[in-house]
């Protein structure tokens, strides 16, 4: 059984509560947030958990927290926090607002040989996982422009620009289908 801290029980790190009190290889030990109001709903959720507004001691490692602010700090030392003391992190997308933070947080993973995954949650998607299938076949040629359009913004949020918000989503599925492109 994985033990699991999440890090942000807050609009988004709540589902991830919920992921893993359904889960039957995962055991909710803990929920961080500043929030009183998050950690009572999230309490409501796992009533046999743990709850503090910050996290000292990391077990399997999930963080989940918006990036902006004085959050996307604690967010980014709480995934620190658990790679030095020897865990597994999942960092909500995306993995740090500048090119210096995100490679600080991988050259940490790589010297202890530890998993640091990005949550892009629409790698997994069926459509995304088709398309891939398509490109890697060649069944769409040769690709020479990619284009993609937003039509459901979802949640608008006061802190978070729509690059940082929207943009890593696409990026990332992009990314992922096209490098198992033949045409490439």
């Not at 020897?86 to 210096?100: D, F, I, S, T």
């Not at 060649?138 to 913004?153: D, H, K, T």
Request: hydrophobic share 45%; charged share 15%; glycine share 8%.
């Amino acid at each position: 059984m994985v033990r699991v801290a999440v890090i942000g029980a807050g609009a988004w790190g709540i589902n991830h509560v919920r992921a893993f009190v359904r889960s039957k290889g995962a055991q909710l030990s803990l929920v961080c947030d500043a929030s009183e109001a998050c950690r009572e709903r999230a309490r409501t959720l796992a009533p046999h958990g743990a709850w503090a507004g910050t996290c000292a001691r990391p077990w399997r490692l999930t963080t989940w927290t918006p990036l902006s602010g004085n959050a996307g700090q604690g967010s980014r030392r709480a995934c620190a926090l658990g790679l030095a003391s020897g865990q597994a992190c999942v960092r909500e997308k995306p993995l740090a607002l500048n090119a210096g933070d995100a490679q600080a947080v991988v050259a940490l993973a790589e010297a202890r040989h530890l998993t640091l995954m990005v949550g892009h949650l629409m790698l997994y998607h069926p459509a995304v996982a088709r398309l891939k299938a398509m490109i890697s076949a060649g069944e769409l040629g040769r690709i020479f422009y990619v284009y993609s359009l937003r039509v459901n913004l979802g949640r608008v949020r006061q802190d978070e620009n729509a690059l940082w918000s929207l943009a890593p989503h696409d990026v990332s599925m992009i990314s992922h289908c096209w490098t198992t492109s033949p045409s490439r």
